[in-house]
């Protein structure tokens, strides 16, 4: 039967290549969807020193095949010992780095073994149903985004662009197995002999592992126009890159182009610079930690993308960022990404603003994201300084890492606690989510993984529910002889009803996103990958409405939940009334209906 996924480790000199960490990522998510190992196969001379580390960066397994012919990669020695390693074992996946070498292995193991193959993923998730390898990737010219499965033939085989999946923080603690296997080489597995191997130099930087980019297209104009994206580039330490009209232009090295047919970027600040946003340019760049777009055209669909929007010319503002960045340096002001922003004090919370939006991340991620008393002391604070702070609209509240939005209440903590202190523990997390859920900002909760326990009773005290299509649901506190005490029994059966929320407590299922959804629980479901940005879609339609009737309504509907159905009508009533107040913004909207015009909420003056 077959079973585990499997990585193919590159190593190049030697060394191994980034990818092989970032698909271990990966597959450390896929295979506990699954219940499964993380197997990485390394081909080599002289490799075997690898194997602890590739343990301490998430595999389970190591097997290694160590001869002189694997020294360099070649097709066919390389075809036949990772085709033995993998029919000895049967593997349910395996994962290549969609590099040359994986690209030229992957489809003749793929022939050789009788399976299929998806190149170049972007994304991968398991169905919750059918336990299938989804396989997303950019079809059509990149006009179409296509999930594929394989569901007759084993294994289930991709290859993944570098760049795009995460590698695991580095854990020192992990155990895990290091085998041989042995293959017999002989003259006709080598019907290629290297006579040289001569280095390419390079020449550009690499925009893979650049931090900040600074990045052209058809609005540069030319290649000369290019010196002034490698000034600023050159004051903020980062590196220049391009769409591909720049590349096919002759104005940049082909290395150095960003997009689907380029490469995936995820610096922690990207500029596009007369760009227009083409989707196939947006899929290369759109994981940067805060991108800021200038662009003569405020329709251009970057603008969609951007963090910060900059409408002009730039060639006359480029000049003018980089002198005001030399500036700041020269008085020891540094830049530092608004998303790597972390608030003084804070240890378990990453929190920064933008736009009028706040972002407040759960940064456990070795301990899946679990909720502990200084973790909630921490949302806590951060709900306080919401509350007095009216520039922020709409808080976004997430998971650290790719695994979990948070998978429960940290339980080694919980353990020693008296009964007093356990009382104590849920009156806390009790008063916090309750604080959250009647902040005065919308809040929306992005579900990119595990929200079991106190992870789905945070998701449940914000107001709206995004989930990834790799998100699950559970209350599972019953196992442990505990029921949910973090506002889960009275919030869980208000949402989804009576039975619903009994079957979750009663049995512990974890629910998948999509049966979320189907009972409630969530609101939508999107492709892990569009989590974020269909949140930040989400909340600036919100916040491009009349904030003060949605928090007025957010404030009715809150307070008539508690309430017998007729007194919350009243509750409603004395809402509605203020709408009307002269402060109000039921006045201007009200008269730019009629006078057919946008309303303009921001010229009424709150009381
Ligand atoms: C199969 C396929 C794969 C592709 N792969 C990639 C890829 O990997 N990467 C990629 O980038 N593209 C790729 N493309 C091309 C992509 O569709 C777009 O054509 C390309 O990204 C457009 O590049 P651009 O934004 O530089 O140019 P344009 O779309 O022409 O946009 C130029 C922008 O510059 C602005 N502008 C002009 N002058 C100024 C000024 N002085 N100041 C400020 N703004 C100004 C304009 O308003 C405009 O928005 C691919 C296409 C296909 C079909």
Same mark, same amino acid.
């Given at each position: 039967?077959?079973?585990?996924?499997?990585?193919?480790?590159?190593?190049?000199?030697?060394?191994?290549?980034?990818?092989?960490?970032?698909?271990?990522?990966?597959?450390?998510?896929?295979?506990?969807?699954?219940?499964?190992?993380?197997?990485?196969?390394?081909?080599?001379?002289?490799?075997?020193?690898?194997?602890?580390?590739?343990?301490?960066?998430?595999?389970?397994?190591? &097997?290694?095949?160590?001869?002189?012919?694997?020294?360099?990669?070649?097709?066919?020695?390389?075809?036949?010992?990772?085709?033995?390693?993998?029919?000895?074992?049967?593997?349910?996946?395996?994962?290549?780095?969609?590099?040359?070498?994986g690209r030229d292995l992957a489809p003749r193991i793929a022939a050789r073994i009788k399976t299929g193959l998806t190149a170049d993923c972007t994304a991968l998730s398991i169905n919750p149903d059918t336990k299938l390898?989804?396989?997303?990737?950019?079809?059509?010219?990149?006009?179409?985004?296509?999930?594929?499965?394989?569901?007759?033939?084993?294994?289930?085989?991709?290859?993944?662009?570098?760049?795009?999946?995460?590698?695991?923080?580095?854990?020192?603690?992990?155990?895990?197995?290091?085998?041989?296997?042995d293959v017999a080489f002989d003259?006709?597995?080598?019907?290629?002999?290297?006579?040289?191997?001569?280095?390419?130099?390079?020449?550009?930087?690499?925009?893979?592992q650049a931090k900040c980019l600074v990045s052209g297209g058809r609005g540069v104009g030319c290649s000369e126009n290019f010196k002034v994206l490698r000034s600023l580039a050159d004051v903020l330490d980062g590196e220049v890159s391009g769409s591909r009209v720049a590349i096919d232009s002759g104005w940049l090295d082909k290395d150095l182009q960003v997009g689907q047919t380029g490469k995936t970027v995820r610096p922690e600040l990207y500029l596009a610079c007369g760009i227009s946003g083409a989707i196939q340019h947006v899929a290369g760049m759109e994981n940067a930690n805060c991108v800021i777009a200038i662009n003569k055209n405020e329709t251009a669909p970057i603008f969609g993308v951007a963090d910060l929007g900059i409408v002009g010319d730039l060639h006359v503002i480029l000049p003018k960022l980089t002198e005001a960045v030399k500036q700041a340096k020269a008085k020891g002001i540094s830049y530092t990404?608004?998303?790597?922003?972390?608030?003084?004090?804070?240890?378990?919370?990453?929190?920064?603003?933008?736009?009028?939006?706040?972002?407040?991340?759960?940064?456990?991620?070795?301990?899946?994201?679990?909720?502990?008393?200084?973790?909630?002391?921490?949302?806590?604070?951060?709900?306080?300084?919401l509350q007095k702070d009216d520039?922020?609209?709409?808080?976004?509240?997430?998971?650290?890492?790719?695994?979990?939005?948070?998978?429960?209440?940290?339980?080694?903590?919980?353990?020693?606690?008296?009964?007093?202190?356990?009382?104590?523990?849920?009156?806390?997390?009790?008063?916090?989510?309750?604080?959250?859920?009647?902040?005065?900002?919308?809040?929306?909760?992005?579900?990119?993984?595990?929200?079991?326990g106190g992870g789905n009773e945070l998701a449940m005290a914000c107001d709206i529910r995004i989930a990834s299509s790799r998100a699950k649901f559970?209350?599972?506190?019953?196992?442990?002889?505990?029921?949910?005490?973090?506002?889960?029994?009275?919030?869980?059966?208000?949402?989804?009803?009576?039975?619903?929320?009994?079957?979750? &407590?009663?049995?512990?299922?974890?629910?998948?996103?999509?049966?979320?959804?189907?009972?409630?629980?969530v609101n939508a479901v999107v492709a892990p990958e569009g989590l974020m940005r269909t949140c930040r879609d989400l909340a600036l339609k919100i916040m491009s409405k009349s904030i003060y009737a949605i928090q007025l309504a957010k404030r009715s509907i809150n307070e008539g939940l508690a309430l017998e159905f007729h007194q919350g009508l009243l509750v409603e009533n004395d809402y509605w009334t203020e709408c009307f107040k002269e402060t109000g913004d039921g006045r201007e909207g009200m008269t730019a209906f009629v006078e057919k015009r946008?309303?303009?909420?921001?010229?009424v003056e709150k009381s």
């Open positions: 039967m077959s079973k585990d996924v499997f990585i193919f480790i590159e190593q190049r000199d030697n060394k191994i290549q980034r990818v092989g960490y970032e698909l271990l990522g990966e597959a450390n998510s896929l295979a506990q969807d699954l219940g499964q190992k993380v197997i990485a196969v390394m081909l080599g001379s002289g490799v075997s020193a690898h194997g602890e580390e590739l343990i301490r960066y998430g595999a389970d397994e190591v &097997i290694v095949v160590d001869h002189p012919i694997l020294k360099e990669y070649l097709t066919e020695p390389y075809t036949k010992a990772l085709t033995a390693v993998l029919q000895s074992r049967e593997p349910e996946i395996v994962l290549f780095g969609a590099t040359s070498i390898l989804m396989m997303t990737r950019p079809a059509f010219g990149g006009n179409l985004i296509a999930v594929i499965q394989c569901k007759n033939h084993r294994p289930q085989m991709a290859t993944v662009r570098p760049g795009v999946m995460q590698p695991m923080e580095r854990d020192d603690t992990r155990k895990g197995n290091i085998g041989h296997v003259e006709t597995d080598q019907a290629v002999e290297i006579l040289e191997i001569i280095p390419k130099i390079k020449k550009t930087a690499d925009i893979v990404a608004p998303a790597a922003q972390q608030h003084v004090g804070l240890e378990n919370i990453l929190y920064h603003t933008q736009n009028g939006i706040a972002y407040l991340t759960i940064n456990r991620p070795q301990q899946l994201n679990a909720l502990n008393i200084k973790t909630l002391t921490e949302i806590d604070s951060i709900a306080d300084k520039s922020i609209k709409v808080l976004i509240v997430r998971g650290a890492g790719g695994r979990a939005f948070v998978a429960g209440a940290d339980i080694s903590q919980m353990r020693d606690l008296s009964e007093e202190q356990g009382r104590e523990m849920s009156l806390m997390a009790q008063g916090v989510f309750d604080k959250l859920k009647n902040l005065p900002q919308i809040v929306i909760a992005a579900v990119n993984g595990y929200a079991l559970g209350q599972p506190e019953v196992n442990l002889g505990l029921i949910p005490g973090f506002t889960g029994t009275q919030r869980l059966s208000r949402l989804v009803g009576d039975g619903d929320s009994k079957r979750m &407590i009663f049995t512990t299922d974890m629910l998948s996103a999509e049966e979320a959804l189907r009972i409630g629980l946008p309303a303009d909420f921001n010229r």
